[in-house]
């Protein structure tokens, strides 16, 4: 026989996964952070609105397929222009 749940059990398990969440944003956070400073970005005064726009091309070159159509439009109607400011660089993905 399924052994019932009480709300207690329910409450400990939605606080478990709430820490846990809290833990995958910090890991997150700290991995993107390491990369900024590595590529220098951390010296540069970027606007937030421009870290915006820049993070969410990058979401958008790494989203899966299935994803891209639910936000309403593809990878080329996010890009800009880069105006022949600055190059690309190969950056390695190891951690």
Do not use: C, Y
């Not at 970027?46 to 979401?59: G, K, L, N, W, Y």
Request: proline share 2%; hydrophobic share 40%; aromatic share 2%.
């Amino acid at each position: 026989m399924a052994v019932k749940s009480t709300i207690i059990d329910i409450d400990a398990q939605i606080e478990k996964l709430r820490e846990r969440k809290k833990l995958l944003i910090v890991k997150s956070a700290g991995r993107f952070a390491r990369a900024a400073t590595k590529a220098g970005l951390a010296e540069m005064e970027i606007s937030d609105e421009e870290v915006d726009r820049i993070i969410e091309e990058i979401a958008v070159r790494f989203r899966k397929p299935e994803n891209k159509g639910a936000r309403g439009g593809n990878a080329a109607s996010h890009r800009q222009t880069n105006r022949g400011a600055g190059t690309t660089t190969a950056v390695p993905h190891d951690s």
